[in-house]
């Protein structure tokens, strides 16, 4: 009901609708179907059925799989990443996308530029 909390909740909300599905530990819950919804979200946006095609769904999507290289990048390196860190992301979201594998990220990692090398202030 509050305008600045509806905003990001019209989004989140329907994900995790299929989570209803569960109790508190993990445990199915009977008297809940499960079904959940991916609104605004590109090449997933769309209904699933479980927990399971969600995982399903995102685990196939080269969208969250580059989503998750970026994020994988930002925490390794301590920051936020940067219009420069572009082929860097892409690089990375690359060779986990081919491989589907999260050594590639492990790996590849520290490989990057943007990973190893600081900007520095300017003298």
């Known amino acids: 009901a509050v305008a600045q909390c509806g905003a990001c909740h019209k989004l989140m909300d329907p994900i995790g609708y299929a989570f209803l599905a569960?109790?508190?530990?993990?445990?199915?819950v009977a008297s809940e179907d499960?079904?959940?919804?991916?609104?605004?979200?590109?090449?997933l946006t769309g209904?699933?059925?479980?927990?399971a095609q969600l995982g399903e769904r995102l685990a196939s999507s080269t969208?969250?799989?580059?989503c998750f290289a970026r994020q994988w990048l930002r925490?390794?390196?301590g920051r936020k990443d940067?219009?420069?860190?572009?082929c860097a992301v892409q690089t990375l979201a690359d060779g986990f996308t081919e491989t589907g594998d999260l050594n590639a990220l492990f790996?590849?990692?520290?490989?990057?530029?943007a990973f190893s090398l600081r900007?520095?202030?300017a003298p």
């Open 22 to 28: 569960y109790d508190g530990v993990g445990r199915p």
């Open 34 to 43: 499960g079904k959940g919804e991916i609104i605004a979200g590109g090449e």
């Open 47 to 51: 209904t699933f059925s479980s927990v």
């Open 63 to 66: 969208q969250a799989q580059t």
């Open 75 to 77: 925490y390794a390196a």
């Open 82 to 86: 940067t219009t420069s860190d572009g």
């Open 107 to 113: 790996v590849g990692l520290p490989a990057l530029d």
């Open 119 to 121: 900007e520095g202030d």
